[in-house]
């Protein structure tokens, strides 16, 4: 969609290198973001977590899809690693892959 509104507008683009922006390539007014969060939690009939939990979510979904700690560090757009690094979780699944291996390590045999 980014590449049809930037071919329309031409030189009224302005390029911000944004995944999600306005349809001239501006940031999107925190204000309208948050509406359209808490419209798109209603239709769901979900209690309203924070903004910043989405964060929280989409960083943890990467690394469970095995997405490196480096990238998901460029998609959050953090400036430090060690915040991407405290933002992610371990899911539960991943936790209990790890344990599995550990089991197989200790106790396989041959």
């Not at 980014?2 to 390539?25: E, I, K, N, S, Y």
């Not at 209603?42 to 095995?66: E, N």
């Not at 790890?98 to 390590?105: K, M, Y």
């Amino acid at each position: 969609m980014q590449d049809r509104d930037r071919a329309t507008l031409g030189a009224a683009w302005t390029d911000h290198d944004l995944v999600f922006c306005q349809q001239d390539g501006r940031p999107i007014d925190p204000r309208r973001d948050w509406a359209q969060w808490g419209a798109i939690v209603d239709a769901a009939g979900l209690p309203h977590p924070r903004l910043h939990d989405g964060r929280h979510t989409a960083g943890t979904l990467l690394i469970d899809q095995d997405v490196h700690l480096r990238v998901v560090h460029e998609i959050l757009g953090h400036t430090d690693i060690r915040v991407t690094q405290r933002y992610t979780h371990v899911s539960t699944a991943a936790a209990r892959d790890a344990a599995d291996r550990v089991g197989v390590a200790l106790w396989s045999e041959g």
